[in-house]
């Protein structure tokens, strides 16, 4: 690339999005950084071509046409022409991976509402005396063994197979396409009634579905439960020791995350893509640059892939 600055953007990052935050917000924000950062740098100087140019021959009176030889910048290296990183491509394949995302999800017993959320309409009041830790334990422990039994499914896997076999001592045992919600491992971290904190492992989940989950663990408990908060604490191989904080979104931060990421991104996605998956070898941090067709200079693309993978790091609500 033309810019040292730019040249470092290529891979994938992880923030926090403070809760309340609208994504799209959050993604104007940090692109306005990036641009901020990169405008800020002292651009380099543009590669220079000969080109030979069609003209009068000097100090000629006749019409004769002689070619000159000049020097013009080269086009593709010019500063102000940007270029999609392959993060793009690399936030595509770790989607492909369908790795879990872990989540906090606090609840409150005794309230029922229309959308499953504190703040919703309320449909009903009940009493929770007769609630334990142990009887909420005991409905986790059902829930969780009937969605790893969904999960084995959804995986189209031969589990007399060898394959099978070793994915289960690796714990990669996944589905391998679209799925409902599948929770590989849910436990109780507090229970002081009213309220619970629940950690939630699962692939393939969307807000709601974690909302009704609380709603539905409530019933279970011969009684009612609303969800007060969502609140991712990993997405994939990032935690929250991965996220950049709403101070840290600029130039220098992000690209250090970048490169702190790489080869672990390289990583998980060789151990996880299966081999007969069609998938050719995986850039490293320094790989191929410019793929797919950018919505703006620094290249949309990558910021809905990371929505529809499931966007930021922490603080969902």
Request: proline share 6%; charged share 20%.
């Amino acid at each position: 690339m033309g810019s040292p600055g730019l040249a470092r953007l290529h891979g994938l990052f992880a923030v926090y999005k403070p809760p309340g935050l609208k994504w799209l917000h959050l993604r104007d924000t940090i692109e306005m950084q990036l641009l901020k950062g990169l405008n800020a740098c002292k651009p380099p100087t543009p590669k220079q071509r000969v080109r030979f140019l069609l003209g009068p021959m000097e100090g000629s009176e006749e019409k004769e046409l002689t070619l000159t030889a000049t020097s013009v910048p080269t086009l593709t290296n010019h500063p102000l022409v940007l270029a999609v990183g392959h993060g793009c491509r690399l936030l595509t394949d770790l989607y492909d991976t369908h790795l879990t995302k872990a989540y906090t999800v606090r609840g409150l017993l005794g309230k029922a509402t229309d959308n499953f959320q504190e703040d919703g309409r309320l449909v009903e009041k009940t009493t929770y005396d007769h609630v334990t830790r142990e009887k909420l334990e005991r409905i986790l422990s059902v829930i969780q063994g009937s969605h790893q039994k969904a999960l084995v499914m959804y995986s189209n896997l031969d589990l007399q197979s060898q394959e099978a076999y070793e994915m289960a001592v690796r714990g990669l045992i996944r589905p391998m396409s679209k799925s409902p919600m599948l929770i590989s491992g849910v436990r109780c971290l507090r229970f002081e009634p009213p309220e619970f904190l629940l950690e939630v492992q699962c692939v393939h989940e969307t807000q709601q579905q974690l909302r009704k989950l609380v709603h539905e663990i409530g019933l279970e408990l011969k009684t009612t439960a609303v969800c007060s908060r969502v609140r991712r604490t990993r997405d994939g191989l990032f935690t929250l020791d991965d996220a950049l904080l709403r101070t840290q979104w600029d130039l220098q931060n992000i690209q250090e995350a970048i490169q702190a990421a790489a080869p672990r991104v390289v990583a998980e996605l060789e151990k996880n893509l299966r081999p007969h998956s069609g998938t050719q070898q995986l850039p490293g941090p320094a790989g191929p640059q410019g793929s797919g067709h950018p919505d703006s200079a620094l290249g949309l693309g990558c910021w809905r892939a990371g929505r529809a993978a499931g966007g930021a790091v922490g603080g969902l609500r």
